[in-house]
């Protein structure tokens, strides 16, 4: 299964992963997709984004889903940081994209970027509860890891 790229982000200030605390980069949309205009986002060697799907996830308890990116993304220079979906999470994806080659890689928002892996999770589990649950891009603020 194919997702489109939504919206683009830069980070910004500082992030901190304690034991029990957590407080990611502060973030400044940079693009976001459109259906009633064709626009594009040019991706700089060097820089990291955070990068949205425009699709929505609603897994149930027994799937999981691996994203791996389009063979294009990396041709070009991109190297796409995906993750696991654990089962029960909805919501939009967000993934990590830093351009790595030498060149300006010029991406039409709305264009298929990552594709989807799903597995059987057998044996039971519980429904993902984590706090990036339904799509939330950053924290607002230093909070409690669940």
Do not use: H, M
Not at 18 to 23: C, F, L, P, Y
Not at 63 to 80: E, N, V
Not at 106 to 115: D, K, N, P
Not at 116 to 129: H, I, L, Q, T
């Amino acid at each position: 299964f194919d997702f489109r790229l939504g919206e683009v982000y830069q980070i910004e200030g500082k992030a901190f992963l304690g034991k029990v605390e957590r407080q990611t980069p502060s973030i400044k949309l940079l693009a976001n997709y459109d259906s009633q205009k064709n626009q594009s986002f040019i991706f700089k060697p060097g820089s990291f984004y955070l990068v949205t799907t425009i699709e929505k996830v609603n897994l149930p308890l027994n799937i999981a889903a691996t994203f791996i990116p389009r063979t294009t993304t990396f041709r070009s220079g991109l190297f796409l940081r995906t993750g696991i979906a654990q089962p029960g999470y909805c919501g939009k994806l967000t993934f990590g994209i830093k351009n790595e080659g030498p060149v300006e890689v010029e991406i039409e928002l709305g264009a298929r970027f990552v594709f989807a892996v799903f597995s059987w999770v057998d044996g039971g589990g519980e429904k993902y509860r984590g706090q990036w649950q339904g799509g939330r891009v950053t924290t607002e603020k230093k909070e409690v890891q669940v």
